[in-house]
């Protein structure tokens, strides 16, 4: 009976196994899922950006991803950190690289192309563009294409290299440069600028699967692969908010203003937190201040603290924020040929960029100057004499107490008790004691007619 009931048992306990043992001993089960670890690229790129992607590479090839996929969306940026990257992928033998432009509206210009085009197999998602290379310059007549050789033919060959290393039309290049020319979605695919066009990055691994890269020769098997979004240290996160050439251009001339007003009103520590301020702004530019701009921040400097130490009319002050803002204007690290980002971005930063500077730059000339006039007023003690005051909680004769007038609490003493809330006058200061009494004190003495006509003297000579 015993022997039986372990038998049947065992039967339901198999019964109810039975499913779970034929999905895991199934070959879909026992092969395991693909992942592709997925990057984001979606700002001007500098220096944070090759510290990213290096940390993304390193991270797909320990863990032995599928592959490493790159979403772009960015106007352009740095030329030498561009080109730092390509190399980082080409160099990267064992991880294919695959870029992707997207979603629906998203752009890769300039410099961003360039990365796109150095990828080991390139997509761009339908409503997206790629294009403007061509370097420009905002000054005083707006947008300005660089047209010296030396630059556009060092984009040209950047290019050019790229295309040419991926097995892509090498003929592109001169037209991206010197043409300005744009390609959307389908245009690329059709000229041999990219080789797919998907919608979503799913959709990009499951058409990529089964093709072997032109320069690595590397198979792809990313059929049906999970995307798993890469997460970068501490560390990158901290120099991609730094190194964003409009975060680091403000944090430079907010230390720069804070470092004036601590020089100019001691006692506040904002030279200190200024000081601070400036070595951050300095790490995201990486020391790249421009000579004029720099000579333009010392003079603004010198004109604002000599407007704080004889002030005037306001014009070494003014003098001094036109100067720093110009000093801004020069800093914008986008000027060619460190830079190749698009027009829009550039005028869309250079507003960024000065109205706060112009902002911080009139606050504190207003705050210094409020400052300044305080500490030069004279004393007003003496003038209190005669005005009234109210006892605070009463005060005994010959012992201090506490009134309150204008708004203030003195300590007090009175020749005679005084109730609390009576109305008392001032008849003389020791210190910090007012001397009061309940009747006013008898008005002054007139003067000697010698004393006024001195006095007369004096204030029309003044």
């Known amino acids: 009976m015993k022997a039986a009931s372990t038998r049947r048992a065992r039967i339901v306990l198999l019964i109810a196994l039975a ?66 990257i390509a190399e980082m992928f080409n160099n990267a033998r064992d991880v294919p690289i695959l870029g992707w432009v997207g979603p629906a509206g998203a752009h890769a210009w300039s410099a961003g192309t360039i990365l796109l085009v150095s990828t080991d197999l390139a997509a761009m998602a339908p409503g997206t563009t790629i294009g403007s290379v061509q370097p420009v310059e905002v000054g005083p007549g707006g947008v300005v294409p660089v047209t010296d050789e030396k630059i556009i033919n060092a984009v040209v060959g950047a290019i050019a290299e790229e295309l040419s290393l991926n097995g892509r039309n090498v003929t592109l290049a001169d037209a991206f440069v010197r043409d300005n020319l744009n390609l959307n979605a389908t245009q690329a695919q059709a000229v041999g600028a990219t080789e797919l066009v998907a919608s979503s990055p799913s959709e990009f691994a499951d058409l990529a699967n089964g093709r072997t890269t032109v320069y690595k020769g590397l198979s792809l098997a990313t059929a049906n692969a999970e995307i798993v979004t890469f997460s970068p ?13 409009l975060v680091a251009s403000l944090l430079l001339i907010l230390g720069i203003y804070l470092v004036i007003f601590g020089v100019t009103t001691p006692g506040h520590g904002a030279e200190i937190a200024g000081i601070i301020i400036l070595l951050l702004a300095l790490i995201g530019l990486g020391f790249s201040v421009d000579p004029i701009a720099l000579l333009l ?8 603290i000599i407007e704080v130490k004889t002030p005037g009319h306001g014009v070494f002050g003014i003098g ?24 829009d971005y550039q005028v869309v930063f250079l507003a960024s960029l000065l109205t706060p500077t112009g902002f911080f730059g009139g606050f504190l000339l207003f705050a210094v100057y409020k400052v300044q006039q305080v500490r030069r007023q004279k004393p007003r003690v003496g003038e209190m004499i005669g005005e009234g005051a109210t006892v605070v909680d009463g005060l005994r004769a010959g012992e201090k107490g506490y009134v309150r007038t204008r708004g203030e609490l003195w300590q007090a003493l009175s ?24 009747s006013p004190p008898p008005p002054p003495a007139p003067a000697p007619i010698r004393q006024r006509f001195a006095s007369l003297l004096r204030r029309k000579a003044a």
């Open 19 to 84: 499913p779970i043992l034929l999905v895991a001993l199934s070959p879909a089960a026992r092969a395991q899922r693909p992942q592709i670890l997925f990057a984001i690229v979606d700002g001007a790129i500098d220096r944070s950006t090759v510290d990213y992607l290096q940390e993304a590479i390193d991270e797909a090839r320990v863990r032995q991803y599928a592959a490493l996929m790159i979403r772009f969306d960015t106007p352009g940026g740095g030329l030498a950190e561009t080109v730092a």
């Open 320 to 343: 001094g924020i036109i100067a720093i803002i110009l000093a801004a204007a020069f800093l914008a690290p986008l000027r060619p040929p460190r830079f190749v980002v698009s027009p």
């Open 415 to 438: 020749d005679q008790d005084q109730p609390a809330d009576a109305k008392v006058y001032i008849h003389g200061i020791e210190g910090i004691t007012l001397h009061v009494a309940a």
């Open 233 to 245: 240290s501490a560390r990158v996160r901290l120099l991609e908010i730094l190194s964003d050439p």
């Open 297 to 304: 921040f010392i003079v603004g400097v010198v004109l604002i």
